[in-house]
Structures are given as C-alpha cells and as structure tokens.
C-alpha cells in the first residue's frame, strides 16, 4: 500500500485523516500534540499515538523543529502517511525517526478516518 | 538517492554523529523530492534561531549539535526572539532570554554569520546567477528563485541546517530548471502590496512546485516581498515568474472576489491597538520610503518597525532612523513579526499590519485579531 518510504518503520495504530495540508508551525501545540487552528478540519483533535494522514505539508520551514518537538514531548504520531512528502515533513520526520510513508493514491483514497491499519 | 561512497560513509557514521544526522535528513529529503543525487551549495540560510518557535527540544537539539558540528559554507541565520537593545521594555521572562542565548550560543559555535534577518538578500551581495543556494525562510527561497535568479529547493529548517554542515543540498525541485504547470491571471485592478501579499496568499494555496502569474508588470520591491512571503506561508509553492505568455496546463484567475476570499479568511478586525510594520524585516529602501511618507506626520498609537540590524545601521547613519523614531515609530532589530513573543493577549486584541504573512501568525501562533491594510492607508489613518 506505501509507495514510497521516506523514513523507515513498522506501526499498526488508528488513522487520523485530515483533508488538509498542514503547516506544523501554528497548527499543532508543540506541547499537547493538539491542533489548534480553528479552520483546521482536526481542530480540538490530537495527532499523539495515531497514524497521521494528510495531503502534504505546507508553509513554514520551522515545522520541522514541531515535529520534532512532539517527539521529544512524547506527544507525536506513531507515523505518518501523505500523499505527496514536503521538505519540512521529511527532515522533521527523519530527524524525529517517526514513520513515514508516500502512499499509493487509490490506496490514501481507500483509507478512512478511524481505520486500524498497518504500514512499513 | 545515489550517495557517493564518502557520503555512504558519512551516513554510516564513519565521520561522526553531527555528520551523520546531517545526512540523514538529506537522504530523507532526497528520497521525498525524487533527487538523484547530492549537489555542492555556497550559502546556507538557516531558520529555526527564535527560541519562541523551536521551543525547549530544539534548543536542547542545537546545544548538543554544536557540540561538534561546524558549517561549511556561508550560513546565515533567520530572526530570534527580540532585540537586544529593547528587551526589557518587552516583559519577556528570564528563561526565555537564557534560552535564547543559548541558541545564538550554537549557533555561533557553528560558526554563523549573524544576520539575524529573514531578508538575507537584501543585506548581502547575491552570487553570480544559477548559484546553488540552500534557504529555509520560505520568503528568502522564493525570493532567491524568482527575483534573485538563484537556484534553491524551498527548504526546511532541518534541511538548510544539513546543508550548512555538509555544503550540499539533493538535486530535486526547483533546483533544476522546469516551467511552471500552473498560470494564474492577477485581474485586480490598481493592486498594492497588500493585492499581492493576497495574491501570493491564494497561489500558495492553488500551485505546486512553481506558478507562473500573467498581467502583472515590474514589481516594486515591497510588493515582491509581500508577494514571497505570502505565497511561502500557504504552501509549499517556491517560485514565480511573470509572465503573459505561460504555456501551464492549468490557469485559474485572481479577480476581485478570490481577493476578497482570502481577505475575509486573514482579516478579523477593522482597527489594530498596535501596528506593525515587517514580515518580512524591512530593508532600506522601504525604511527611506516610509521616512518620506512620514514627513510631518507622527503616529497615534504604537508601530514597531522590524529591520536587520545592517539596515537599521545605515538607516540611522543615513537619518532616517531618526526621521522615524521623531515620527513615533520603535525599531526593531534581529527579530520580526512573524512568531515574536513581543506582542501578545496580555497587552493588545488586534493588530493592524499590511503583512499576510504576520496576519497568518499572529492569528494562528499569538491568538490575535488582525486588521489588514495597505501601509498608504496606515498612514493616513493612523497618524496625523
């Protein structure tokens, strides 16, 4: 189902799926792992322990330091999946070692939020 | 991603852990972007030195990195928390300075050359065209791509800090020379930097990799600043050229109520109790133009003015420094509005700026109301 590894890892967890990119600065409580931008459509959600699915990341280049943050803070995904991987996604990740993965597009279409999926 | 056997090495971490880190953000990179391979670079542009976005992990991160990481190539550094000079005036508390501190601390272990600005491009001389650069600051990068004729991936934090270390950079992206898929017609009539701080706002959303945009001619300095920084905070769009003959598959328009969309979605309130002028910092010619606007004219309420330190230098030998201060205006050096501890709840509801990108962040980082406007109609409105 993964097109493409970017960051090595074997999870099984629950989906959290967005429909939006996500810019990890200003979107996402470095602390709480909780989103807070009020447009977001995970807004009050919490991406600790899911396995986090989002179109790709946008904006800014200090996002890779969140996502390194939530790791740090014990807060972050047990992986991530998109369906196209930015700089600031990938570094992050990597830097982080959190799971991620370019997945297939029917196959990013197939999966809902709430799913129990294994990826890696 | 082909490695070179001593890039294999150094990813195994034959040549130690600050390397080997670095390479593996590269390779991560590389394997997201489709690089094939690793490219020499000639200047880094690190973002990540304001204590207020990298938080506590990050400091940490960069104290135990500079441990025994040195940059190889020029690296300069975006913006921090505040300004030296005036921090007391701002109430920030002691852990925040300490920490603070401790990132210039790293950073100048690395050996950076401190700029402390988002607008590296306009305090240093550019290299010659097709130079390969590496910036995070997603305003420096688009910058450097479309107006600077220099070649940069929209970078991240991590990847221009791996580029620092290494001097290298993935060949994916940008770097190579392809044309835009995307055109989109700005059909806004008499547009400010405002209209294209929007404009770029709603690329950002719509376009990819690069956009090309047709019916807009020789853009003054503040509408490309307005119009890069906007686009860099929507998306993941790292590049623009203008032009009216654009062969891009996909074209949509920019007219008068796709402004207004984006408008609506940034500006929550009709007045500021502050006004801030930066994001990006303001560079001289800007700071001279705002002097000349200001000429018997005096502010009404607070305006920080967020410059590099190099430019608020030749702005004070010049007077116009000066002009400003008289005019009621705080200048602000090696820190900027985007993320600034400066303003917050505690002393003001909203904020008046003519910049998309401070309007994104102060919505969303500091929780503040923003009432957007064009920097002619701040000073006609907000002094007298």
């Not at chain 2, 690329?203 to 600043?225: H, M």
């Amino acid at each position: 189902m993964t097109q493409k590894i970017i960051v090595q890892g074997k999870v099984t967890g629950k989906v959290l799926k967005s429909n939006q990119p996500i810019n990890f600065l200003g979107t996402i409580d470095k602390k709480t792992g909780e989103i807070i931008d009020k447009k977001h459509d995970l807004y009050g959600k919490t991406i600790k322990d899911s396995i986090l699915i989002f179109p790709n990341g946008i904006g800014s280049s200090v996002g890779a330091y969140t996502i390194y943050s939530i790791k740090s803070n014990n807060v972050s995904p047990l992986a991530m999946a998109c369906q196209k991987v930015d700089l600031t996604v990938a570094s992050g990740c990597a830097l982080a070692n959190i799971p991620l993965f370019i997945l297939e597009p029917d196959e990013y279409d197939k999966i809902k939020d709430g799913d129990e999926i294994s990826l890696g | 991603m082909e490695l070179t056997r001593e890039e294999e090495k150094s990813l195994n971490g034959e040549h130690g852990e600050s390397l080997q880190t670095a390479y593996r953000i590269l390779s991560a990179v590389g394997e997201a972007t489709d690089a094939e391979r690793l490219v020499p670079i000639h200047w880094a542009h690190v973002s990540g030195v304001n204590y207020n976005t990298i938080g506590d992990a990050g400091e940490e991160f960069l104290a135990n990195l500079s441990k025994n990481a040195k940059f190889k190539v020029l690296t300069t550094v975006n913006p921090m928390g505040y300004d030296k000079d005036s921090v007391e005036k701002f109430g920030l508390d002691e852990n925040f300075i300490q920490k603070q501190e401790s990132i210039r601390k790293s950073y100048t272990k690395m050996g950076m050359t401190a700029s402390f600005s988002c607008i590296p491009y306009e305090i240093y001389d550019l290299p010659r065209e097709d130079t390969q650069v590496s910036f995070a600051e997603s305003n420096a990068a688009i910058y450097a791509n479309s107006i600077g004729h220099l070649k940069t991936n929209k970078e991240s934090a991590f990847s221009a800090l791996a580029s620092a270390i290494t001097g290298k950079s993935p060949y994916s992206d940008l770097r190579k020379d392809d044309s835009p898929n995307m055109s989109i017609s700005m059909k806004v009539q008499d547009p400010n930097e405002l209209t294209f701080g929007l404009l770029g706002y709603f690329a950002g959303k719509v376009a990819d990799k690069s956009v090309a945009i047709s019916g807009v001619k020789n853009l003054d300095k503040r509408c490309n600043k307005s119009l890069c920084a906007s686009m860099g905070t929507s998306g993941s769009c790292g590049k623009f050229v203008l032009d009216d003959n654009s062969n891009a598959s996909e074209k949509v328009d920019f007219d008068e109520k796709e402004m207004q969309n984006v408008f609506d979605e940034l500006n929550t309130a009709d007045s500021g109790d502050l006004i801030t002028l930066g994001s990006p910092q303001l560079g001289l010619e800007e700071m001279t133009d705002l002097a000349a606007m200001l000429k018997g004219r005096s502010f009404k309420k607070r305006c920080l003015i967020f410059c590099p330190r190099a430019i608020q230098e030749q702005a004070r030998s010049l007077g116009y420094a000066g002009q400003l201060e008289s005019a009621g205006c705080e200048l602000l050096s090696d820190c900027c509005t985007c993320l600034t501890p400066l303003v917050t709840k505690k002393d003001v509801d909203s904020v008046t700026t003519n910049s998309i990108k401070g309007a994104y962040y102060f919505k969303n980082s500091n929780g503040l109301d923003v009432n957007l406007k064009p920097l002619s109609e701040i000073v006609s409105d907000e002094t007298s």
